[in-house]
């Protein structure tokens, strides 16, 4: 199992996101639960993210949401970072 670690940062984003979109809250939950159990679940979609981020990787919360995270393989840490649309969090 993966631990995961929420920042307040994350936390707050995390908070108005589901404000913004309550009918994505199961599949939010859903996609936390995936990623401390097996981050690389294909239903993830987990890849890394090139470009200005270093060791930082995106999963899917659906088709439109992603969320950002560091995922840090030695100590089996993922740390998210930001949740939203493509455009909002790359």
């Given amino acids: ?3 995961l670690i929420f920042t307040e ?3 707050r984003r995390a908070r108005k996101f ?3 979109h309550p009918e994505l809250t199961d599949q ?3 996609t936390l639960q995936l990623l401390e159990i ?3 679940h ?3 979609r987990l890849h890394k993210i090139h470009g200005k981020f270093t060791d930082i990787y995106s999963v899917s919360v659906n088709i439109t949401y992603r ?8 100590e089996s840490t993922i740390i998210p970072v930001d949740i939203g649309t493509h455009d ?3």
């Fill in 18 to 20: 589901i404000r913004k």
């Fill in 1 to 3: 199992m993966y631990k």
């Fill in 42 to 44: 294909p239903s993830l």
């Fill in 9 to 11: 940062s994350y936390t």
């Fill in 38 to 40: 097996n981050p690389a």
């Fill in 88 to 90: 909002e969090v790359y």
């Fill in 28 to 30: 939010y939950q859903k």
């Fill in 67 to 74: 969320i950002i995270i560091e995922y840090i393989i030695q």
